[in-house]
């Protein structure tokens, strides 16, 4: 190390009093100075991409320009511009990026970190980006040129992919000796998006920390002093499969540069947690825990880092509190699953770290917010938010305590693994997964008390474990009709004008002279200049009044007419790179070729229940945050955020930001207050302008994480446009729903009829999802819930055995928990058939007790007629007794009691009716076994079965009962004579 800090350059050592701050800003401004779009850091929560748990890298954002989908998106102007630059935040803490268990163990691990980068999406490619990179690492930042190595692609020839010559060639124009350019291959040096799509070779750039020698083999060799400072990955490929790559039409370059890394080696620390973007966050650390040593404290002269409990401790905590800290800032929480689940364990993991080896008391970690925000916030200003501090720290208190609870559990289940002698792999996971042990500190546990830890099946167990996660950390995009190739073909090939489709606005018309630009067959996979036949098709027109899928909403559907009066049914439309892509089915043999002219039929029937559901989506964004917010008693940091929805013909499904579950309460005021807004009439407009004027409208809503245009289109129900931009900050706008939104929306809010809740439940991690209908959809909810309803009266008057109106009325129960009706309605019929079940039950209880009553009075009965006549043995069928019987065993079993006890040694056999079929009952004293066996004497009049002295049988029919009596009684009489 000291002969690394002699070999730094001048210029370098001037760098070395560089913060990290400064770091980040200077790579920004030299991509900024080469033309490139400082694009902001989108959240570490990607919202808008269910294939991910966190954003862990810096493309991630920009997917849409590399999968040819960014048309009709903020990108798409960034795609044509060709060029960006940032700083993202990234976590890797859960599925395929995964580095959670390494944090703390070395000094260049992270879950979060910012990764820089720039992108190329066509203007240039290697040439460029190795001589800039080269640049900046060399001449802007001064590191010494002798201590960096250079990584390329070694090839593939199963994939037919040669080696990166070009890359090679480009740095040894750089001046890199040959001998520091290293080839690897497709592990190290060959990046891939996911299963399918973009993919290319890649060069990265290592550094040597300690210099003057040649470090050549410890590259990609997980040393400590030879670290990746930068990869620069060239998109060239499109993965088609397994086996199949094919070139992309347009290269693209995309690089990534660890901050975090990258500053540690411009500022000659050992390691990134002695720059000076953590010593902050560690003397708060102190300061909280009470811990008497501060961080590396002791180490020896020449020792790298602290090694010790402690020092670990510290770079786990400081990690972890900045990943919580933009986690939950940017709308994510802990939960039982996903990726809140991935949060609940780093916090437990921080948490106990400072609990066992810091002896830190309980709300520690909490206090340690303030410190992140203080240190990141001048770039990511949305940590400095006041509300969002007070979010963040509410919910760290709250897991913290939990954990409190949580960890007495855990250790209970370590003694009790640990009484065994041995901690088996699997518990070993159980107590990493589920009590939030870090594996290292249960093998601390462990080797204290001596006992065997199975290492090997904890890690079976941990690599099952991330390759089940790993699924959903796959990036796969929702397949388009058509791909990257065929968009490059229309734009660049052919040079085919994106779709007008500004007509979907429009209603209730069809439009003509719509002309075809293009056919595709999905078959044959390729374009093709006509079409004769039935099968499936797709179509794309110059202009189209078709809403292609899009901001929740499904796409429309119809009809493409043709000049001869054929048509084709419009199923689907995709907006894939601006080209609206109509999926056909032609409604029998048609012709059709390029050039034709068609009209468009829009199905606005269909449209108009898509409409007004979405419609009914902005009330509903409104409603909660009125409800939930704005009348609220009590002031809470909590806001209603959308995080999600989806608009089909059937309902809306709308996702929200919501710590708990809404109250009835709460839920009736909503639903009141949609009804409310469409009881009002009031009428929907929508003007598309400037995206930095409807920024100040007060009221306006907008998707979290979501990338707008410049030019956006507001809709607003119940107010003008134009009036709300006149004076943006007029009290009266937080009256009405104000919103970015491209999809088709009702003219006035009474199209919408009536709206009801029918559900709403947790999603997990502080989100919850709720359902409403409306229109018809409403209108049978309602009716539904009105025919449950009446069937509840009806069986509640029927006067008849309460024990099967019990039965009759869980199966009712059941009926209405799965019956599609108004949420409150369900509430209130549930509550009723609860309030049904205690007076059922208790008729039961009595019907019961009178039953017993019955059967110790016809009992008695017949044990007088026994005693009287000196009967040998007695058959009788109860109900001859007692016509209110129906079959009840309670009688049947008390008339049996009264028998054994006024007449034991009396053969008894008794039988009771109920609706269609009888059941048989018999005892037979032991002493006359021997003559009457009780089985064969009940199995002469019906199935069943028991022991010699006493048995019991059914299904004998009523109508034979009278002949069953004789049979069974001269039977007996033949036995025991």
């Known amino acids: 190390w000291i002969l690394f800090e002699s070999k730094m350059s001048l210029q370098s050592q001037v760098n070395q009093k560089m913060s990290v701050a400064a770091v980040r800003q200077k790579f920004v401004d030299f991509f900024v100075k080469r033309e490139h779009v400082h694009f902001k850091s989108s959240p570490v929560v990607p919202h808008d991409d269910p294939t991910l748990l966190f954003t862990n890298a810096g493309m991630n954002q920009f997917k849409p320009i590399f999968l ?268 039982k699953d996903g990726r809140g689940f991935v949060l609940r364990r780093i916090i437990r993991r921080a948490v106990r770290y400072g609990n066992q080896f810091m002896k830190a008391p309980v709300g520690f970690f909490t206090q340690l917010v303030d410190v992140v925000a203080e240190q990141m916030g001048d770039y990511f200003t949305e940590v400095r938010d006041p509300t969002n501090i007070k979010k963040v720290k509410a919910i760290l208190q709250k897991e913290e305590t939990l954990f409190a609870r949580t960890w007495d559990a855990g250790e209970k289940h370590f003694n009790n693994m640990a009484k065994e002698g041995k901690i088996g792999g699997a518990d070993a996971f159980i107590l990493h997964d589920r009590y939030g042990f870090p594996i290292d500190l249960t093998s601390i546990m462990a080797e204290k008390e001596g006992i065997e830890l199975d290492m090997k099946g904890f890690k079976v167990c941990l690599e099952k474990h991330r390759s089940e996660a790993g699924a959903e950390d796959t990036m796969k995009a929702k397949k388009g009709l058509i791909g990257v190739h065929e968009l490059h073909e229309l734009e660049n090939v052919r040079q085919i004008l994106t779709t007008d489709d500004d007509h979907k606005y429009v209603w209730d018309k069809e439009h003509e002279g719509c002309q075809v630009v293009s056919l595709y067959d999905p078959k044959k996979k390729e374009f093709i200049p006509s079409f004769t036949g039935d099968a499936e098709i797709y179509v794309l027109l110059a202009v189209t009044s078709f809403y292609s899928e899009g901001g929740g909403q499904i796409s429309d559907t119809g009809a493409l007419k043709l000049s001869d009066g054929k048509q084709l049914k419009v199923e689907e439309a995709q907006n894939l790179g601006g080209y609206v892509v109509h999926r056909c089915k032609p409604e029998g043999e048609v012709t059709l070729k390029e050039g034709d002219s068609v009209t468009c039929c829009v199905d606005y029937t269909r449209r108009l229940d898509i409409a007004s559901n979405h419609t009914m989506t902005h009330c509903l ?6 409800v939930l917010v704005r009348q609220a008693k009590e002031e809470s940091f909590e806001t209603v955020d959308q995080k999600g929805s989806l608009v089909d013909t059937r309902m809306l499904r709308f996702d929200f930001s919501w710590g708990a579950k809404l109250t009835e309460e709460q839920i009736g005021a909503v639903e009141a207050d949609v009804n409310r807004q469409i009881q009002a009439n009031l009428e929907i407009d929508s003007l598309e302008v400037e995206k930095y004027k409807a920024d100040e409208i007060c009221s306006l809503r907008s998707v979290f994480g979501e990338k707008y245009p410049p030019s956006v289109r507001v809709v607003s129900v119940g107010a003008k446009v134009n009036d709300l931009l006149k004076d943006p900050k007029r009290d009266d706008w937080w009256k009405y729903s104000v919103e970015f939104c491209g999809g088709t929306h009702l003219q006035n809010t009474s199209q919408a009829t009536e709206a009801v809740i029918v559900s709403e439940q947790a999603l997990g991690g502080n989100v919850r999802r709720m359902i409403v209908l409306t229109r ?172 010699p002295f006493s048995a019991n049988g059914a299904g004998l029919p009523n109508e034979d009962v009278k002949a069953a009596v004789e049979k069974a009684s001269t039977m007996a009489t033949e036995k025991l004579a």
């Open 621 to 626: 964004n409104y409603s909660l945050r009125e």
């Open 776 to 947: 018809d959809g409403a209108k049978q909810a309602k009716t539904e819930a009105d025919d449950l309803n009446s069937k509840l009266d009806a069986l509640m008057a029927r006067n008849e055995n309460p024990d099967a109106l019990v039965k009759e009325l869980g199966r009712l129960g059941k009926v209405i928990d799965d019956a599609t009706i108004p949420m409150l309605r369900k509430a209130a019929l549930r509550k009723r058939v609860t309030e049904c079940n205690t007076i059922l039950r208790d008729k039961v209880k009595a019907h019961l007790n009178k039953m017993k009553e019955i059967g110790t009075n016809i009992g008695t009965k017949i044990a007088e007629e026994v005693t009287t006549g000196k009967l040998p043995f007695v058959v009788r069928c109860l109900n001859d007794y007692d016509e209110s019987l129906g079959g009840e065993r309670d009688a049947l079993n008390e008339a049996l009691k009264v028998m054994d006890k006024q007449c034991p040694d009396c053969p008894v056999m008794f039988i009771i009716k109920a609706e269609k079929v009888s059941s048989v009952c018999c005892n037979v004293p032991k002493d006359k076994v021997p003559k009457l066996n009780a089985v064969e004497w009940l199995k002469s009049v019906c199935k069943g079965g028991g022991k």
């Open 68 to 335: 040819g989908t960014a048309g009709g998106t903020a990108l798409e102007d960034l795609g044509k511009t060709g060029r960006a630059c940032n700083s993202q935040k990234c976590i890797r803490a859960g599925g395929k990026h995964n580095d959670l268990d390494e944090v703390g163990r070395d000094t260049y691990h992270h879950t979060f970190f910012e990764m820089l980068g720039n992108w190329s999406f066509g203007p240039y490619f290697k040439k460029e980006a190795i001589a800039w990179a080269w640049e900046l690492l060399t001449q802007e930042f001064g590191l010494p040129k002798d201590q960096l190595y250079i990584t390329y692609f070694e090839g593939n020839e199963a994939l037919g992919v040669p080696p990166d010559e070009e890359a090679k060639q480009c740095w040894l124009d750089q001046g890199v000796p040959a001998e520091r350019i290293l080839p690897f291959g497709m592990k190290d040096n060959f990046w891939e998006m996911g299963d399918t799509g973009p993919c290319g070779p890649c060069s990265e750039i290592h550094f040597d920390k300690i210099g003057g020698r040649d470090a050549a083999k410890l590259v990609n060799m997980d040393d400590e002093d030879v670290i990746e400072i930068w990869n620069l990955v060239f998109m060239q490929f499109n993965r088609e499969s397994k086996t199949e790559l094919k070139k992309l039409p347009t290269p693209c370059v995309d690089t990534g540069a660890g901050l975090e890394r990258l500053a540690s080696v411009v500022q000659g620390k050992i390691s990134n947690y002695d720059t000076d973007i953590f010593q902050p966050i560690f003397d708060k650390i102190k300061e909280v825990t009470g811990c008497p040593k501060a961080y590396g404290e002791g180490c020896k002269e020449g020792e790298r880092y602290g090694k010790d409990d402690i020092d670990v401790a510290y770079r786990v905590i400081a990690d972890h509190i900045r990943t919580l800290t933009f986690a939950i800032t940017d709308g994510a929480a802990p939960s």
